[in-house]
């Protein structure tokens, strides 16, 4: 990936990543997660979270975990997350999972 001119590292333990995801797919299990209405609420929230990610970029934003499933959908298809990251934030935006500890 390119962020304006700059090739952006994607690396990542996969290991420990994959341990924190399997607590974050605990947490997105419910009902909700599969009923279209919902989904498409959490897109528009992730949508919002972007825009404010490149109004605030120095700022920690903790997504919730409808928008964190948001993100990692998104970062699945890196070529549009690059292209809808620059356009609604002005910059690829990095995914940190590493910060907050989820699990309780």
């Not at 995801?21 to 997660?33: H, I, N, S, T």
């Not at 929230?45 to 997504?63: C, D, Q, S, T």
């Not at 964190?68 to 699945?76: E, F, G, Y």
């Not at 356009?87 to 940190?96: E, F, K, S």
């Amino acid at each position: 990936l390119v962020d304006q001119g700059a090739p952006v590292v994607l690396s990542t333990d996969i290991a420990t990543s994959a341990q924190r995801q399997a607590v974050f797919l605990w947490q997105v299990r419910g009902v909700e997660y599969n009923q279209e209405e919902f989904l498409g609420e959490a897109e528009e929230r992730y949508r919002m979270m972007l825009n404010l990610k490149g109004e605030k970029p120095g700022a920690m934003i903790v997504p919730t975990y409808d928008i964190d499933l948001m993100w990692h959908t998104h970062m699945a298809f890196p070529g549009e997350y690059q292209k809808d990251s620059l356009r609604l934030a002005g910059r690829v935006v990095p995914h940190d999972d590493s910060v907050n500890d989820r699990s309780e």
